[in-house]
């Protein structure tokens, strides 16, 4: 039986100044080494529910407990630390330093933990490894990331995520500006990557086309009881 990653457990949460919770969620569990797809519409709170579970806002209700830590009783900077140690976030703009090289920004992640650069080992190679996984041609490597394409920005940004196996990997809308033939290939390489990282992997789309290539999916807007966009 698979060990339980991540728990979100009777959560509640309400932006300043709304008189009503954007996002009131009984339960959402996610196992060690499960993909799950999330659809989010527009208005179901999946920005706020990454926002949560990454750590960079507190629940008002409820906890979020990765095995045996419950991120609401952590402080600012503990949240910060156990991001940094834990989690890999393939943002929507991908969020790559742009005067950066590919290599550098790949990196990165290991310079906010020693934990997670401990795991990496010799941190150039890690990142190299996965940028070869993630069939970035090596003759990109070495150039800056505003310099790539989307699609290669993406998969710099999937393997940047991935370095030194992070226990989850948030996805938020990554293959949005892809076609449907580009979006496959990119799943294959992540789902790769991710399995030989032994990361989980938490997939936000709106896009409903793509569920069927997971372990598991969700509609966010039916389990959560709230409704206020965000």
Known sequence: MSETLLHVQDLTFTWPGDDKPVLVLPELKLDCGEKLFLFGPSGSGKSTLLALIGGL?????????????????????????????????????????????????????????????????????????????????????SRRADELSVGQQQRVAAARALIGQPALVLADEPTSALDSDRRSQFLDLLFGQAEAAGSSLLFVSHDRELASRFDRQLDLAEINQGGVVA
């Open 57 to 141: 806002i507190r629940p008002g209700q409820g906890s979020i407990r990765f095995k045996d830590t419950d991120l609401g009783r952590l402080s600012g900077p503990g949240r910060d630390r156990f991001r940094a140690e834990h989690l890999g976030v393939i943002f929507q703009q991908f969020n790559l330093l742009p005067w950066l090289d590919v290599r550098a920004n790949v990196a990165l992640p290991c310079r906010f933990s020693r934990a997670r650069a401990r795991r990496a080992g010799p941190v150039q190679a890690a990142a190299e490894r996965l940028l070869q996984g993630m069939d970035l041609d090596r003759s990109l490597w």
